[in-house]
């Protein structure tokens, strides 16, 4: 039986046309990932240890597989996000140039076929995103990205055949990059709205003939961005949603930057699929076609998840990326310094901890301001006593951000005390009041304040919640002026803060705040509390405090308190 499948597939991968007239159609098979972040090996480069559900290695090894089951028919994509993310993007990035970029030569060992660009690809700066991409044999695509003088920064689609057939890949990325890497991208490139950028795209790929169209977007399904669309004049972060809704001419879209996984959905006849992110899975989807008078049609599509897990890493893949993770491992176990206590980060999104302190308390000295604010991106982040290496440092702070520093009014301030405090949920009154984090808004996007004394009330609405607000001991004014150290995300916008995206900017070295934090334990040696640690913040009542931490364990996901993850198989949407 196999045989036969196989010399079918033979006949139809020569003869399309003529197979189809004869009621048999023709199988065109998409693969994809999406927001790789570096994860090419399965290895924990914070903690140096193997990992057994992820990897692109493991990736290989499904694509091989597909391949083998559909010869001539499979087309590899990436919806984004490949080139930052962990240790061994960063020694790509800045420390080991002279190689090969590893996420580039294992994409061009498996044979992609396209890449959309993703928000992330930006935060090196240009001139490291164009080295990288110089070196695939892919073109990477953003159909919305434009530089000043409305030439395309990269290639709009691509179009390649499969089955007889000229399949379109149409690329788009989130235009939140304006705001996340506005730095980088600044008098250079331009990223507007998706949609009637991927509209052009397609028919122009119809127009020269493509008989379909599969769009690879970095952009969620649905939802509010997280930065203000008005004020910025930007389009939707979320957009794959809208796309299927109002483009015609698209048979599949392949989406990512939401971290979530869907198998498959149907919108207005699109299908959408999203694989998980780190290449923990694979989309893959079926579009089947045949021949009705002289064009190719559509007859069914679906799309399956196939997970990373329990598939071995493809040698060759191994093999071919041994320099860059072998580098990837001695950059981050390096030790910088000792500490002699404990750091923990487990309770820093309901209480004021040293850990946290360290990392604003570095940022408020190296850029000499009043204030400073950082978030706990991982609660599962900490300084165990003893060495401290580069990885705990890392995973602390895993974001390739930059310093900045503003100078904000008072009202500013308590405005962005306000949003930060949005990051918690309640509901009920009086004595049946209960707490937890807000399931739409990342724990990343709750900003800590080093520098000003405050509380967190949760008993008084959203909005209202930030009581006792003082700086070197005096309540503070509407109209006072205060710097403020931040990242170079936050200080854009970022997450909800638009109060701050034309604050004037009064520090901006491009230091990465990561390496502040390395340097910052180098040259003390070891790491006390009592160098950075003042309690200045608190949330209240404490029971609601303990009540939202314990919503925080049981959701057991300290990276990022997200929605419920939407089913791998959803009913079609309207």
């Not at 004869?22 to 994809?32: F, K, M, N, Y």
């Not at 739409?440 to 405050?454: H, L, R, T």
């Not at 006792?468 to 150290?485: E, N, P, Q």
Request: with cysteine; hydrophobic share 45%.
């Amino acid at each position: 039986m196999e045989r036969l499948i196989a010399a079918l597939c033979a006949v139809l991968t020569a003869f399309p046309a003529a197979a189809s007239a004869q009621g048999i159609p023709v199988d065109v098979v998409i693969a994809s990932t999406t927001d790789v972040h570096g994860r090419l090996r399965g290895w924990d480069y914070y903690a140096d240890t193997a990992e057994s559900a992820r990897g692109l290695a493991r990736a290989a090894t499904i694509v091989d597989s597909v391949r083998a089951a559909n010869p001539g028919r499979v087309i590899l994509v990436d919806a984004g996000d490949l080139l930052q993310g962990n240790p061994l993007t960063y020694v790509a990035a800045r420390l080991d140039t002279a190689a090969p970029h590893p996420v580039i030569a294992a994409m061009n060992a498996m044979r992609y076929d396209a890449a959309a660009i993703g928000n992330h690809e930006f935060n090196y700066g240009l001139p490291v995103l164009r080295r990288a991409l110089s070196q695939a044999n892919f073109p990477f695509l953003a159909a919305n990205a434009r530089r000043p003088d409305g030439t395309r920064a990269w290639p709009a689609y691509t179009i390649v055949a499969r089955g007889g057939m000229k399949i379109a890949l149409v690329g788009a990325t989130t235009p939140g990059s304006m705001v996340w890497d506005r730095e980088h991208l600044a008098g250079q490139v331009v990223i507007g709205d998706v949609v009637p950028e991927v509209r052009s795209a397609v028919e122009a790929a119809r127009a020269e003939g493509a008989d379909a169209v599969v769009v690879l977007v970095h952009g969620g399904l649905t939802g509010e961005a997280s930065y203000d669309t008005v004020t910025t004049g930007l389009g939707s972060e979320n957009p794959a949603a809208r796309i299927a809704h109002e483009v015609a001419g698209i048979d599949a879209i392949v989406y990512g930057h939401s971290h979530r996984e869907l198998a498959d959905t149907m919108i207005n006849g699109v299908l959408l699929t999203q694989p998980r992110n780190w290449a923990t899975s694979v989309s893959v989807a079926h579009l089947r076609f045949e021949i009705r008078g002289s064009e190719w049609r559509p007859i069914g599509k679906d799309a399956s998840i196939v997970r990373a897990a329990g598939h071995a890493e493809a040698p060759a893949l191994v093999a071919l990326l041994q320099r860059g993770h072998d580098a990837a491992r001695a950059y981050a176990s390096q030790v910088v310094g000792r500490t002699a206590v404990p750091w923990r980060a487990d309770s820093a999104r309901v209480a004021d901890t040293p850990l946290m302190d360290f990392v604003t308390e570095t940022m408020r000295r190296a850029a000499g301001t009043d204030l400073a604010s950082a978030a706990a991106f991982s609660l599962d982040a900490r300084l165990p006593a003893g060495p401290i290496t580069v990885a705990q440092l890392a995973q602390l702070y895993p974001y390739d951000n930059t310093l900045k520093a503003v100078r904000v009014t008072g009202a500013q301030l308590r405005a962005y005390l306000e949003q930060s405090a949005r990051y918690f949920r309640v509901t009920g009154e009086g004595a049946a009041r209960h707490a937890a984090p807000d399931p739409g808004i990342p724990g990343f996007n709750f900003e800590m304040v080093q520098g000003a004394d405050y509380t967190i009330d949760l008993s008084r609405p959203a909005g209202d919640r930030i009581t006792g607000l003082r700086v070197r001991g005096r309540a503070v004014r509407d109209d006072d002026s205060l710097t403020l150290a931040l990242s170079n995300y936050r200080a854009g916008g970022g997450g909800g803060y638009a109060m701050l995206r034309d604050a004037p900017v009064v520090h901006d070295k491009q230091l990465e705040i990561r390496q502040l934090l390395i340097d910052e334990v180098t040259r003390r040696g070891t790491l006390r509390p009592a160098d950075y640690f003042v309690r200045n913040w608190s949330v209240t009542p404490q029971s609601l405090a303990a009540e939202a931490y314990d919503a925080m364990r049981r959701a057991g996901d300290f990276e990022a308190v997200r929605p419920a993850p939407l089913p791998t198989k959803s009913k079609p949407a309207p």
